[in-house]
């Protein structure tokens, strides 16, 4: 469950970028690790991230998780769906459960390949 | 079982006071009145009794059922303490009256109380001063992180950080946090603190060091005097977090330990109720070079023996609390330490940790016990064997309340996979430990041979395992939402 | 020894399951020089002893004085049943629901609890309570700096004085700002508040009524918060409030409350009650436990506490406050006390405290030199005298008739030295403020 045409960060989001926006939301295994959510918080559309930086918050009954943008940027748009039905980012993490598009302003850096990604999912398994 | 709203008919009476001769509208502009109904409920004295009385049958407490929750000392609370706390010489007392001009002489009974009990508190811990302002455990650490600030910042030397093993309590990082701290997080080794990881992170802006002893594992801090050591080399404070005082009344006194603050917990250790969640009372204890930071106002008691309260602490962190605490709390902790005395406070720990080993001893062929070795007044085991047959440890909690017992703590602390923490406490005679004993063993056998039986637990209770994550979703918290 | 159930025989037993030749082995890890160095508590006493000894305590204190004395914590009549229900060990001797199919008793009544003070304060959520009214107003003023970002925090000098003391405590090292806007002769300065709230305030606080007993209505101050993306705070008075513009009518976004009015006793200041509620755009910014209604895999109604992923021990250091242990009972006790007065009984409660103040008012301000600090203002249960001479020596003078006039200003208000805040609650008769009017002029 590590789409291919993906880029991922350390804490587990990903973003596709695809002239100069980059859609982004979390993994597969994060919203595993979570369990049923119950919750995102999401960032204004006009907010500015640098990448890494703190753009929101999940959570699930036992647990909560922040989140962290993969990339630099503007906030273009937010998810409007994960509002009433956060259990989205459970049933389709990489498709209706995309959490917000932003406008990418810096190359990325630090963001991983699948198969990067593949051995950090693996090791917190 | 309805709600007392849905039970509600209007213009059903209740407990009501005498007609008014007037209106508020008589004396209060319209505009600034409510005008409509506030939509409280309207039922006889028979109603609210019953409704009251069937929802309290819902509940497990400490005089219904063995209530073995690790972590939160749930022994016996004495009845006689209730009626202490009742007395109308302490109940009717307005929390102004000491500031009134000569308000002291009106109050004297009450502020010995409080001073009494502040120079046991004192005696049992061996810390120099304590303020029974903070109303829980949470409120103390507060209380602590404040004064570790006040401490430093009037050294000249303001710090940016507070150390907290993994195995801590939740409210410790959060009440560091909350006090304007940046929390760091230390790995434990062999269940306990490792001297030498807290030693690579104790840098000049480490303001404090908070632990719990024995820990969250029930185990003692073995390297407390090296810690204690490490610490004082740093200029950093050592807090103790009080949660697990049962364990080493009269063993440990964590003032000639070298500990700084101290935050007891009177409904954990002295006997008063937890109330379903509350009140509870959290009095903090200092070392001489902490008093000048204490909050305010103090009891002081002088030569001629007379009691006032004092407030001309120009160092003091200032009010933590409107008054003095939830002194109804301290009023019942300060009859059940009168009650034991220093022997009987001795032997309270003394049958803690006898029957938290007899316990562990007796479970620990079927439960894995990551720290196998003796405990204090508590243990932590794991379910992660039972998790082959797809048993958890919120399973086996659910099998407990099904035979009657309340859950040990489950899923903490977090360090431990599957954890179940139990703490049977000294109230508890052999045969009610040999019962659960034998209960535990038959689900622990049932978890082997028919799982399904555990993971269908709860059946005999007024609700099934009820969905938390609808809950969270659909919000209703009140009979108005959702 | 008392509580200790085990036999010398059974304590042999357990320790030779342990392995253990006594129980002192059991505390071998506590090094020799760790051990106490003394453990000077005195012996223990019987139940009759300690008994004796606290009635003793308690008969020093008077408490048989009749008293105008409140500043936000009232003597308002408690049936008799509230006692009764609040002794159920299933209810007192429970700790916080951890396993809810266990504790339908306690999670329902903190679910009918949050309904009630909704209700009473038409606010749309509410919490299962805090510690008090001021570490209340404490963790509203935080959740509107966390919602908002903001660092300013404007506060009415109105507000009652010991609540804005435990703020200042507990803010001094979060870099906040806190701006207090004097009042006007007992009133809240509205055009100072509104033009204090700017684009950088995260939050107003005022109380209603204030601390001098007045009466007001914030919904224009309100407004302009809202205009400034600021959080609205009142701090209000439960007993009152069935017959008060609410605070969810005035527009406020966070309303607290001191509970203790609904049924619990003075107790010298505690346990209380933090009363929370607020509105739902700012629910996940509260603090403390919520219960929340759900059902089971029968469909079966059942409580749990919910949105727990704010609190402590799922994000520690990240969590929306430190409170663990709250004022449950002190919860359930306002509860069994709303019901058994209802609807009818406490707006009967509020309307003969505000009778008994107006006549209490009327009888001293026919007292020549004695008037009211701001007589162009309504007051509902408490009000401000101001007297010829420091309202300090009226106490005294007073308390020697067996009488508690009220609470003297000067301590918290320079310049009101000759103030003195009266209160009445439906327990007060005629006779009893007809004779405080009596003892007053005698004094002067």
């Known amino acids: ?125 | 079982m309805s709600t007392v709203f849905a039970k509600s008919v209007p213009g059903r009476e209740g407990v009501w006071p005498e007609k008014p001769r007037t209106e508020p509208v008589d004396f209060i502009p319209e505009g600034l009145l409510r005008g409509r109904d506030a939509n409280l409920p309207s039922l006889s004295e028979l109603d609210v009794v019953r409704h009251f009385t069937r929802l309290s049958s819902k509940n497990y407490g400490v005089d219904s059922n063995f209530y073995p929750l690790g972590s939160c000392t749930m022994k016996y609370n004495p009845k006689f303490t209730e009626e202490v706390a009742a007395l109308p010489g302490f109940s009717r007392l307005h929390p102004l009256a000491p500031q009134l001009p000569g308000g002291g002489d009106m109050v004297p009974g009450a502020l010995e109380v409080m001073y009494e009990t502040e120079q046991l508190l004192c005696q049992i811990t061996g810390m120099a001063a304590f303020t029974l302002h903070p109303m829980a455990g949470a409120h103390g650490e507060l209380t602590g992180a404040l004064m570790m600030a006040a401490y430093h910042a009037d050294k000249g030397h303001a710090k940016t950080k507070i150390i907290c093993p993994d195995s801590a309590h939740g409210t410790n990082p959060a009440s560091a946090a909350i006090a304007g701290y940046e929390v760091v997080s230390i790995a434990s080794k062999d269940g306990i603190i490792d001297p030498e990881a807290l030693a690579a992170v104790l840098d000049d802006q480490v303001a404090g060091v908070m632990m719990t002893v024995p820990n969250t594992l029930g185990l003692f801090e073995r390297h407390l005097p090296r810690i204690v050591e490490l610490c004082r080399a740093a200029d950093a404070l050592l807090y103790y977090d009080g949660a697990n005082l049962n364990a080493i009344l009269g063993k440990l006194r964590v003032g000639d330990a070298g500990f700084d603050v101290v935050h007891l917990n009177l409904h954990k250790t002295f006997g008063t109720p937890h109330g379903g969640g509350g009140p509870g009372s959290g009095p903090v204890g200092v070392s001489e070079r902490l008093i000048p930071y204490l909050p305010i106002s103090r009891v002081f008691k002088d030569e001629a023996g007379r009691f006032s309260l004092r407030y001309d602490y120009p160092k003091s962190i200032g009010y933590v609390a409107p008054f003095y605490g939830n002194f109804g709390v301290m009023l019942k902790a300060y009859a059940y330490i009168l009650r034991l005395g220093g022997e009987g406070l001795t032997r309270v720990s003394e049958n803690a940790v006898l029957a938290a080993n007899y316990l562990r001893k007796r479970l620990d062929d079927l439960l894995d016990v990551p720290f196998d070795r003796t405990c204090m007044h508590e243990f932590v085991a794991s379910a992660e064997r039972q998790g082959k047959n797809g048993v958890h440890a919120l399973d086996i909690a659910k099998a407990l309340l099904d035979r009657g017992y309340h859950a040990p703590t489950i899923y903490f602390p977090l360090i431990v996979k599957e954890a179940i923490m139990i703490e049977p406490t000294e109230t508890e005679s052999k045969d009610t430990l040999d019962a659960f004993v034998t209960d535990l063993r038959e689900i622990l056998a049932l978890a082997e041979t028919n799982p399904a039986a555990i993971t269908a637990a709860p059946v005999t209770l007024p609700v099934g395992r009820l969905d938390e994550t609808r809950a969270a979703r659909a919000m209703e918290i009140t009979d108005d939402l959702g | 020894m008392p509580y200790i159930p085990h036999t010398p025989d059974e304590v042999r037993e357990m320790l030779d399951v342990i392995g253990a030749a006594s129980i002192d082995e059991l505390f071998a890890e506590i090094p020799a020089e760790l051990r106490p160095k003394s453990f000077d508590v005195p012996p223990g006493l019987t139940e009759m002893e300690v008994r004796r000894r606290l009635e003793r305590l308690a008969a020093k204190n008077r408490t048989d004085m009749s008293s105008f004395l409140g500043g936000g914590f009232y003597d308002h009549y408690v049936p008799s049943a509230a006692d009764m229900l609040l002794a159920r060990g299933e209810f007192y001797t429970a700790y916080t629901p951890y396993q809810p199919e266990a504790s339908q008793g306690t999670l329902q009544a903190i679910f009918e609890y949050q309904t009630a003070v909704a209700r009473l304060f038409e606010m749309e959520c509410a919490n299962a309570g805090v510690y008090d009214g001021g570490t209340a107003l404490y963790e509203a003023v935080m959740m509107a700096v966390r919602h908002t970002r903001r660092k300013k925090v404007v506060v009415s000098e109105a507000v009652n004085p010991i609540y804005r003391i435990v703020l200042a405590t507990y803010t001094k090292n979060l870099r906040l700002t806190l701006v207090t806007v004097p009042h006007m002769r007992g009133s809240d300065d509205m055009a100072a508040l509104t033009q204090a709230v700017d684009a950088e305030t995260a939050a107003v606080v005022v109380q209603n009524p204030n601390f001098f007993g007045t009466i007001q209505d914030f919904t224009s101050l309100f407004s302009t918060a809202r205009d400034q993306g600021a959080v609205s705070i009142l701090s209000g008075y439960p007993v009152l409030q069935t017959v008060l513009k609410t605070p969810g009518a005035m527009g406020a976004d966070i309303a607290t409350a001191e509970g203790q009015s609904l049924g619990l006793p003075l107790s010298f200041g505690g346990p209380y009650l933090g009363i929370m509620t607020c509105r739902k755009a700012l629910v996940r910014q509260m603090p403390g436990r919520i219960a929340g209604r759900t059902a089971d895999a029968s469909g079966r109604t059942g409580y749990v506490l919910t949105l727990q992923a704010r609190e402590q021990h799922i994000r520690r250091q990240k969590a929306t406050s430190n409170i663990c242990s709250n004022q449950a009972l002190c919860a359930l006790r306002a509860l069994v006390n709303l019901c058994l007065t209802g609807e009818e009984g406490l707006t009967r409660q509020a309307a003969l405290s505000i009778e008994n103040a107006h006549y209490a008012a009327m009888r001293l301000c026919c007292i020549p030199e004695i008037t009211l600090l701001n007589r162009d203002l309504p007051y509902g249960n408490e009000f401000t005298a101001v007297f010829p001479i420091n309202a300090k020596k009226i106490v005294r003078a007073l308390a020697d008739e067996g009488i508690v006039a009220g609470f003297p200003l000067g301590r918290y208000y320079p310049g009101l030295e000759n103030a003195l805040l009266v209160c009445c609650t439906e327990k007060h008769g005629r006779d009893e403020i007809d004779r405080l009017a009596r003892k007053v002029e005698k004094a002067l």
């Open chain 1, 1 to 125: 469950m590590i789409p291919k045409d993906l880029l991922y960060s350390k804490s587990h989001e990903w973003a596709k970028i695809e002239g100069g926006v980059a859609v982004v939301g979390i993994t597969h295994f994060a919203q595993e690790q979570l369990g049923d959510i119950t919750y995102v918080d999401l960032p204004q559309v006009g907010a500015v991230f640098e990448a890494g930086q703190e753009m929101g918050s999940i959570e699930s009954v036992k647990a909560a998780s922040e989140l962290y943008c993969p990339v630099s940027g503007e906030v273009l748009e937010v998810n409007p769906e994960l509002d009433a039905a956060p259990e989205k980012v459970n049933a389709d993490p990489y498709g209706e459960g995309w959490m917000i598009k932003i406008k990418v302003t810096d190359e990325p850096i630090d963001l991983m390949s699948p198969e990067e990604y593949a051995e950090i999912a693996q090791a917190e398994h």
